[in-house]
């Protein structure tokens, strides 16, 4: 299966904006004054429900008082109810709240017509806010937003099947989300995180389950799948639990006003303390569950019987709402959830056994692994785990014993300087993998993508300690997959390089050997240069040669040492690291889990601007060669171009070895690290000195070209060759930072010095 081509138009994001919306969330916005977002949320979302359905009941008002002549009533409650339409009494009708939006009790009147149509809709019962009266709301605010709001149709039948209302509450909910950042993850999933989710379940007939539901979204999903693909809403049974009570009304809202029929256990609840589905078997699981919760309350809960594959630490919830979630599925069920990715490799406090007590049941369908920022947070780094009851299920073919591992992290594209969407190309790309991977047959319709998925085996996953980081499966674009144990690589490596050293030494002595044979003149330049030639030829195919076993043997140890952690992995399992004592006495023995996943302990996480400085300094009438970057690295530029050697040109900036150079070559990112003494490139590079007390120059050059992908996203939206990267954006990406003594063992060994 080969990749498929990205998109830079922002219009095909999976983002919920067509348009109006976001005009219409920017004018809210002005009117907002010192309000914060989170509370602010619920004066607009709460009008924005009483909009609709206000607008729904007139419309059938209207119908209605056209009929009266055929005994219509358009007063009468069941007439509405009937076609699922809430019944609005007259004091909570928009006509007339927007009619009082200057008086200064209209903050009362709101609330008013809340209770009215609470009392009048019994499933709304505790639902909607009832707080537009507290002196802390700017009146002439709330007036204002009532005009605006007052300006769109949400609820009428045209304006319904728009699904004007859903594509309002829907960006809007996105945009709190990110206006309270990481606070605002907790009730809102990313529109493309939820698609994944949907559009790899397929849920198209029985129990959809969401334990932490949130606002609602992957309820709304699901039904819009049951809709694209031609099946009946009422196909689907809903069920969710949500602990906040604020959320929970969002969702009870958000369910409400698309007609949306599910049982939320009929208020809010904690769903390890107090689980209003205790019976329930879902077909699908479809969850967002809170990040590593550390006050879960999991001390109360040590003999609970959902706990099948270990007690999850009382610390962390994660593997809690795992087992929580297996524990709802139903025999052919089918779950779908996020996890930050520290809980694919954690071995902490049991989590290990846990994950391996799963992965040995033969539940793990699939990985997923994310690209950052596509969270309301700056540093949330997820993964999406899918688990399957029965792997010969719906059609599939029999997949018992095998997983399929994808990495995705270098999806999606940057809408702004903190989030990330996936297109709906890229949604396509990661749904379309996993189900030709499900339903692949003896014609292959699956295959292994380096760098992108692969699917592995129960005994391969064994082997490597039962992480499920899909990074350890699917290799690089730029390394490959390389199931090869790392002593054994490095042994062959040695043996060839000693070889080839031998070699070189022994054609030295031929060489010398044959020109006294031949009677060398030293005057005779002609002979010399023939005899030269010939065989300087062989001499610098096998320094060619050397030179690419020392390379793949750099690569070797560098993953081993700082992608995969074999010597932390080593010695948690109680095996030799295969280094000399010193060397192994450096690593750490356990990970921790951190922004940027699980790491060696002790080994930090920061961000470019502690190991980076821009420099800008000019070359001048200073005599120096230039060079260009490119995808390969430094080159010099009248060797690249085939010119003339000439003097750089005096706006030129200067590099000195050990800088590090970003640019775009051919869209696409361009970098190198500065060998040779001085030089200079032009001014369109970007420039940086290596902070070499905090990482070893030729070490962070090694990690970047590996993360390549990772790093596009500093090209500048449409971006053009000789246009300068995104520098701040650059500085303030997280990296990782090694225990510089290891740094320093690693240049010893492999780089020199």
């Avoid at 769109?152 to 989300?177: C, N, P, T």
């Amino acid at each position: 299966m080969a990749r498929q081509k990205k998109t830079d138009d922002k219009q095909k994001t999976n983002g919920a904006s067509l348009g109006f919306e976001a005009t219409l969330w920017a004018m809210a916005d002005k009117q907002r004054g010192h309000m914060d977002a989170a509370e602010y949320k619920h004066v607009v979302l709460g009008l924005i429900f009483l909009k609709y359905i206000s607008d729904a009941f007139e419309e059938k008002h209207t119908a209605l008082v056209a009929e009266k002549k055929k005994g219509a009533d358009p007063e009468d409650k069941d007439e509405y109810l009937a076609e699922n339409i809430f019944w609005v009494p007259k004091g909570a009708r928009w006509a007339f709240i927007q009619g009082k939006a200057k008086q200064p009790t209209i903050g009362k009147i709101i609330d008013d017509a809340m209770v009215a149509i609470e009392k009048d809709n019994t499933s709304l019962k505790g639902v909607l806010p009832k707080d537009f009266n507290r002196p802390a709301l700017d009146k002439h605010l709330l007036g204002g937003l009532i005009d605006l709001i007052g300006t769109i149709g949400l609820g009428s039948k045209e304006h319904r099947s728009k699904d004007i209302l859903g594509r309002v509450y829907e960006y809007f909910l996105s945009q709190f989300a990110s206006a309270e950042g990481k606070k605002g993850g907790q009730f809102y999933t990313p529109r493309c995180v939820v698609g994944v989710l949907v559009e790899m379940l397929a849920p198209y007939k029985g129990r959809v389950f969401d334990p932490c539901c949130g606002s609602g979204g992957m309820f709304v999903q699901s039904e819009k799948f049951v809709e694209a693909h031609g099946g009946r809403v009422g196909d689907i049974s809903v069920y969710g639990q949500e602990s906040n009570p604020t959320t929970w009304k969002l969702a009870m809202m958000n369910l409400a006003i698309r007609g949306i029929e599910a049982n939320l256990g009929g208020e809010n609840a904690d769903s390890f303390h107090s689980n209003k589905h205790k019976d329930l078997k879902a077909d699908y699981i479809l969850a967002n569950p809170p990040f590593n919760m550390s006050d879960w309350g999991g001390d109360r809960l040590r003999e609970d019987s959902r706990w099948k594959y270990g007690v999850p630490p009382a610390g962390n919830a994660n593997y809690a709402w795992v087992q929580h979630f297996i524990h709802h599925l139903a025999p052919n069920g089918v779950a779908g959830f996020v996890l930050v990715n520290g809980a694919m490799s954690s071995n902490s406090s049991g989590e290990g056994e846990i994950r391996k007590n799963i992965i040995e049941a033969d539940l793990v369908d699939c990985m997923v692994a994310l690209p950052s920022h596509l969270f309301y947070s700056m540093y949330s780094q997820v993964s999406l785990w899918f688990l399957s009851r029965n792997k010969q299920l719906r059609g599939h073919r029999n997949h018992h014993g095998e997983t399929l591992f994808i990495d995705a992290r270098n999806l999606g594209l940057m809408v702004d300087r903190t989030h990330r969407e996936l297109s709906e190309e890229d949604v396509n790309l990661i749904v379309n993998t996993y189900h030709s991977w499900l339903h692949a047959d003896s014609q292959g319709k699956y295959e292994d993508v380096v760098g992108f998925c692969r699917s592995a085996c129960l005994a391969e996953i064994r082997k490597k300690g039962y992480v499920l980081s899909p990074s350890r499966y699917v290799g690089s674009e730029v390394m490959g997959v390389d199931d090869e144990p790392i002593q054994e690589k490095i042994g062959r490596l040695s043996f060839t390089i000693a070889a080839q050293i031998e070699e070189c030494q022994g054609r030295d002595q031929r060489l010398i050997e044959n020109l006294d044979l031949l009677g060398f003149d030293c005057k005779s330049t002609d002979s010399i240069t023939n005899i030269s030639d010939l065989t300087l030829i062989g001499r610098t195919e096998l320094n060619r040669r050397m030179n690419a076993t020392l390379d793949e043997m750099i690569l070797a140890m560098f993953r081993s040492w700082f992608i995969d952690f074999d010597p932390v992995q080593a010695k948690i399992e109680g095996r030799s690291t295969g280094l000399p004592q010193h060397i192994a006495d450096l690593f750490p023995d356990t990970f921790e889990d951190t922004e940027l996943g699980e790491i060696p302990l002790g080994w930090k996480v920061g961000h470019y601007s502690e190991i980076l400085t821009p420099t800008s300094v000019r070359i001048g009438e200073d005599m120096a060669e230039e060079y260009s970057a490119t995808v390969r690295g430094l080159e010099l530029r009248h060797v690249r171009f085939n010119k003339t050697l000439a003097k750089a040109q005096a706006k030129n900036k200067r590099i000195q070895r050990n800088d590090l150079v970003f640019g775009l070559s051919r869209k696409t990112l361009s970098f190198g690290l500065m060998m040779d003494s001085i030089g200079s490139v032009s001014a369109v590079y970007e420039v940086f000195s290596v902070n070499d007390g905090k990482y070893i120059p030729q070490l962070l050059e090694l990690y970047i070209r590996y993360h390549m992908r990772m790093h596009m996203d500093i090209l500048k939206p449409g971006a053009r060759e000789g246009q300068p990267i995104d520098r701040d954006y650059l500085l303030s990406k997280e990296v990782l930072i090694p225990d510089m003594r290891i740094q320093r063992e690693f240049k010893h060994l492999l780089i020199g010095g």
